[in-house]
């Protein structure tokens, strides 16, 4: 088919932005390729933390450590998930025999989304073993998954609740109407789209999650982050930590790339 | 006895009395239909009816017993009155069929195997047969009404509730609607529409109720209500109403 004037005039703005588009991404390119090496601490930044030989060296071990922190993450991501329902449920009871369990879950929310991460790491991490627990009970893997899990579910319930108010009344309305229970609205009808309205922004806690798990090398387990430093130690040379941020990168960018999907889906299906 | 009975409804929001002394008996079998302007207290009188609003004052009565009694259980009532949304309000998250057994299975206790037969009749006698394991979103605005009521008929209701059902719906798909209503007429619901469609209340109501400011001014047979109004505002509304 002849193409329409229309469409001939599109095809060339195409090809034009498609141009300026390429032409400015290598200028950029090519001024920090020539501008950096010129810096006078080049040569030294280069052989500390973009050494090849370190990073073949250190990079299989550091794979090895990056299980660690897989491990903590796969036990810490379900316990989260299913603690920060139950609060956001806690918080949204309307019971009055209930009302401490809703006290509870604000007071939750507060304290662990009001004190940084890694105090809470600290805090759990270094004083519940001290409490002079026998062995395996005196872990800094439990603990520390522990401090996780509480200041992750305090926002992962917040996500929830945000979820569970996205749902229109009316779906509550109609469902009463049927001679549900609140019970039952809650479980069959709210918390289903609930759920399905938070996924992409659980994902990203998810992918912080991820990278959070690093912080438990401060009380002892040896992950990615302790083993690279370990490395820097014993070689004198920063590459390791490049290695480790390329580890962390290989897995966190298929995530967010497939959270920014499902948000950019959703914004789609609403519309 | 009265089917339905309301006696002095009262119902306020804040300072504003939307429902001002609301009397009505509605006998079995039949259609009654609330007309008036919007804010009149139609849909709220509704939701009164199915306790989904409680009510200030007054009573309501299903079979002669008082279901407004304060302290009573409302999911036993509502599983005997059907109630259908302007919005449709079906469940996103579910087919159709999914949406009309999740009542009868949660309040009735009724396994899907026993019911999946006479809901499917449900869905079939409304030409929705090949249409119920569709999702909401691939329904279209009549399509979900329909199915909307039959979610409501699966609870085998003794009284339907119709909140202005046509509103939203494109002026083509209507009629879809309304022939459902006419169906159930026929066979013998007991039923209580908000609703704009002055030509259809003329046409299948048996009692036609005329709203004003939370206060029904003027009852009768359709023929009494849209041939001889009595009362000025009757006769004020109608002639907007059929402009």
């Known amino acids: 088919m002849v193409p ?23 200028v950029v390119l090519a001024a920090i390729m020539i501008l950096v090496p010129m810096t006078p601490g080049w040569e030294k930044v280069q052989r500390s933390f973009f050494n090849g030989e370190v990073l073949a060296k250190s990079f299989p071990k550091l794979l090895e450590a990056f299980k660690i922190n897989v491990m903590i993450f796969a036990w810490s991501a379900p316990a989260i998930a299913i603690l920060g329902l139950l609060i956001a449920l806690a918080r949204d009871t309307k019971s009055p025999a209930l009302f401490p369990l809703r006290i509870f879950g604000a007071a939750f929310t507060d304290v662990f989304r009001g004190v940084p991460v890694i105090l809470t790491v600290y805090l759990i991490g270094f004083g519940i073993p001290g409490l002079g627990l026998p062995r395996p009970w005196n872990s800094p893997y439990i603990w520390g998954s522990l401090a996780l899990i509480l200041t992750y579910s305090a926002y992962v319930a917040e996500i929830f609740r945000s979820g569970i108010e996205s749902v229109h009344h009316s779906q509550r309305s109609a469902a009463l109407s049927l001679g549900l229970s609140e019970r039952q609205v809650m479980r069959d009808v709210v918390l289903p789209q609930a759920i399905r309205n938070v996924v ?17 090398s401060f009380i002892g387990p040896v992950e990615i982050f302790r083993q690279a430093g370990v490395f820097k130690s014993l070689l004198a040379n920063f590459t390791p930590y490049v290695g ?6 290989i897995v966190t960018i298929p995530a967010t790339r497939y959270a920014d999907y499902l948000m950019a889906r959703q914004r789609r299906d609403r519309s | 006895m009265a089917k339905l009975e309301l006696r002095d409804v009262i119902k306020r929001f804040g300072d504003t009395t939307v429902c001002n002394g609301i009397n009505l008996d509605v006998e079995e079998g ?48 509502r599983a005997r009155i059907g109630m259908v949304f302007q919005s449709f309000n079906l469940f996103p998250h579910m087919t159709a069929l999914e949406n009309a057994m999740l009542a009868p299975r949660r309040v009735h206790g009724q396994t899907r195997t026993d019911l999946q037969p006479q809901v499917a009749a449900l869905f079939a006698r409304f030409g929705l047969a090949d249409r119920m394991d569709n999702y909401p979103d691939q329904l279209s605005g009549g399509q979900q009404q329909r ?38 007429k026929k066979q013998g619901m007991t039923m209580v529409l908000a609703t704009h469609e002055m030509g259809f ?20 047979a359709p023929e009494q209500i849209f041939g001889a109004p009595q009362r000025a505002e009757t006769r004020a509304f109608l002639a907007r109403a059929l402009k």
């Open chain 1, 4 to 26: 329409t004037r229309r469409e001939r005039y599109e095809a060339r703005q195409r090809r034009r932005s498609l141009l300026i588009a390429a032409t400015s991404t290598t």
């Open chain 2, 147 to 184: 199915v909307a009521i039959v979610r409501a008929l699966a609870m085998q209701p003794e009284v339907m509730l119709f909140d202005e059902i046509t509103s939203a719906l494109d002026p083509q798909l209507v009629g879809e609607v309304l022939d459902v209503l006419l169906m159930l």
């Open chain 2, 201 to 220: 209340a003329r046409e299948a109501a048996d009692k036609v109720c005329f709203l004003k400011d939370g206060q029904i001014v003027e009852e009768g």
């Open chain 2, 30 to 77: 039949q259609m009654v239909c609330l007309i008036g302007a919007s804010g009149a207290g139609k849909s709220t009188l509704l939701r009164c009816i199915n306790l989904l609003e409680p009510i200030d004052d007054g009573a309501i009565l299903l079979d002669g017993e008082d279901i407004s009694e304060p302290g009573l259980n409302p999911q036993a009532v």
């Open chain 1, 244 to 249: 480790a941020a390329i580890i962390f990168l």
């Open chain 1, 200 to 216: 992409p922004s659980q994902m990203n806690m998810l992918i912080a999650l991820q990278k959070d798990v690093s912080l438990l």
